[in-house]
């Protein structure tokens, strides 16, 4: 179907069905990522002589972005970075921690962050932490010794040790890396599958015998165009299966030269890599008879002009530098808002996820050092979808137009999933149109709803479109790009009625009109 510009597409439509729910909405999903690379840690969360700062130097003007985001989890301490990591160089008495030379980034690693510091940022940020342990250049014991040294309570060397430092209380930490991207070549201890395989075994058995109630995420391949991609699953699984409960994914997407048709169609890459994962990880628990059925872990997603990187190879040994600070457009936002669809499409298996980074490295909060916070575009997609997101996600099948794209061939104009919250009745669509130039009229069923808890109506529709999609936000400028409060949203006999302006990003919420619990 071709239209010529400016043209309303035709309609896409899908039901909406309490009977079909795909999963809850675990909020795990609405995770981020705080690596000890360029300026995420230092003049990012923390800098003490900031004028925000708070007393344990952490910027208060970030916690409050932080928090308005709707994080639900932080990762920490890397990526790359933790794969030559030294627990032990960031604990203990400030002025005793080494300054060390980061492998991963060039960086001077002066370690005045480190677990301690980062769990009293968890706290204030009300954020879940998941913590990487180093099994690049690290083993089973530094990991065994920084388990004992955070979970265990007290009387042996390391809890001890964690108690002299201060911290009564051992930290609990529920959720652990075995490793970062070990299939990577530009890693620190890069490995075979089989290498991996057996060392996160082995690792992860010795942490649960120091504290059983932890889970485990093995390392998954650096992106799905990896060579060994499929093999590396397939490989580490058939160690590890038993000890894990999650394989990770990591992928950030970005425009092929001026291909902006693929590039906002980059939930359809994004989805492939989550079926395949699944399918291998499933075809392993086949293989071993087993009943356990692995989650995944999507713990670095989202859009970074890896083009216009440099190169680790060409940086200079420096403390803080900007480093892949991109300054996201309306484009950018409209694919954020479509890779959260995507992972919340895939409820049922994809347990953990965490956008790549938070503060300043590809992130949606940028600060200045001494200076302000402000928001990136991709700030406004993720904090809406993790405040309105309720209940359980249901499955939505589209009909409708298509857009073609170079990398994909024709895709469905509208990418779309919904929420339903049984207790309330609330439903929230999440929806991008693809077009690049033409509205889209959207029209969802809304009757299995309706029969439960009466009349829906609109009750927020907000949305991310602009004239201009190469738009962003600046620090001249912070508030360029923000949500717009959408028009013309209405139930009318049993359906809501859109829509959505060409390539956009929209959510829109539906409570009944008479609140109350549902009809028996
Ligand atoms: O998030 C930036 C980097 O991307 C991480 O350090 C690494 O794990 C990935 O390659």
Redesign the pocket.
């Known amino acids: 179907m071709t239209h010529a510009p400016g043209e309303l597409l035709a309609p896409a439509t899908f039901a909406l069905d309490p009977a079909f729910a795909i999963a809850a909405v675990d909020r795990r999903l609405f995770g981020s990522?705080v690596?000890h690379?360029g300026r995420c840690v230092y003049t990012g969360i923390y800098e003490a002589e900031h004028p925000s700062a708070d007393t344990d130097g952490f910027r208060r003007d970030v916690l409050d972005l932080t928090r308005e985001l709707g994080v639900s989890l932080v990762r920490y301490p890397?990526?790359?970075?933790v794969s030559s990591y030294r627990w032990q160089d960031g604990v203990g008495p400030r002025a005793q921690r080494p300054t060390r030379l980061d492998l991963?980034w060039r960086g001077i690693e002066p370690n005045e962050v480190g677990l301690n510091e980062f769990m009293v940022w968890a706290r204030e940020a009300a954020v879940e932490p998941m913590m990487a342990v180093n099994l690049g250049t690290g083993g089973v014991q530094d990991a065994v010794d920084l388990i004992e040294y955070a979970n265990h309570g007290e009387g042996t060397f390391f809890s001890d040790l964690r108690r002299s430092h201060g911290v009564k209380e051992p930290h609990d930490i529920a959720l652990w890396c075995l490793g970062?991207?070990l299939d990577?070549p530009w890693q620190m201890g890069q490995k075979t599958p089989y290498e991996y395989g057996r060392l996160a075994a082995e690792t992860g058995k010795a942490m649960r015998m120091v504290d059983p109630r932890i889970e485990l995420v093995a390392v998954g391949s650096?992106n799905s165009r990896m060579p060994t991609f499929g093999t590396w699953e397939r490989v580490v699984l058939e160690q590890t299966y038993d000890q894990v409960d999650y394989i990770s994914l990591?992928d950030y997407y970005e425009p092929i030269g001026d291909d902006l048709a693929s590039f906002v169609a980059s939930s359809v890459d994004m989805d492939a890599f989550i079926d395949a994962v699944v399918a291998t990880a499933d075809g392993v628990g086949a293989q071993l008879r087993s009943r356990k059925r692995l989650k995944l872990s999507f713990d670095?997603w989202n859009v970074w002009y890896q083009s216009r990187f440099v190169g680790q190879q060409n940086l200079d040994w420096t403390f803080a530098r900007e480093l892949i600070e991109d300054e996201f457009t309306v484009a950018d936002a409209v694919v954020v808002g479509g890779l959260l669809i995507t992972l919340l499409r895939h409820a049922d298996r994809v347990g953990v996820a965490c956008q790549?980074?938070l503060v300043n490295?590809?992130a949606p909060i940028r600060t200045r050092a001494g200076g302000p916070a402000w928001r990136q575009t991709i700030f406004h997609p993720f904090a809406l979808t993790a405040r309105l997101a309720r209940g359980s996600v249901l499955r939505v099948e589209v009909s409708g137009p298509t857009v073609p794209t170079a990398a994909f061939g024709a895709v469905a104009a509208l990418d779309a999933t919904a929420t339903y919250d049984e207790a309330t009745g609330g439903v929230v669509v999440l929806a991008v149109n693809r077009s690049l130039d033409q509205a889209l009229p959207v029209d969802v069923d809304l009757r299995a709803v309706v029969d439960r808890h009466g009349d829906l109506v609109v009750t927020e529709h907000q949305l991310i479109a602009d004239d201009d999609a190469g738009a962003s936000n600046t620090e001249a400028t912070p508030d360029r790009v923000v949500p717009r409060t959408g028009s013309g949203a209405s139930v009318r006999d049993r359906h809501l009625h859109c829509l959505l302006p060409p390539l956009s990003w929209t959510v829109i919420q539906l409570e009944p009109s008479v609140p109350g619990p549902p009809t028996p």
Request: charged share 15%; net charge negative; aromatic share 12%.
């Open positions: 990522f690596e690379m890397g990526g790359n970075f991963a970062n991207e990577g650096s990591h670095e790549a980074q490295v590809i």
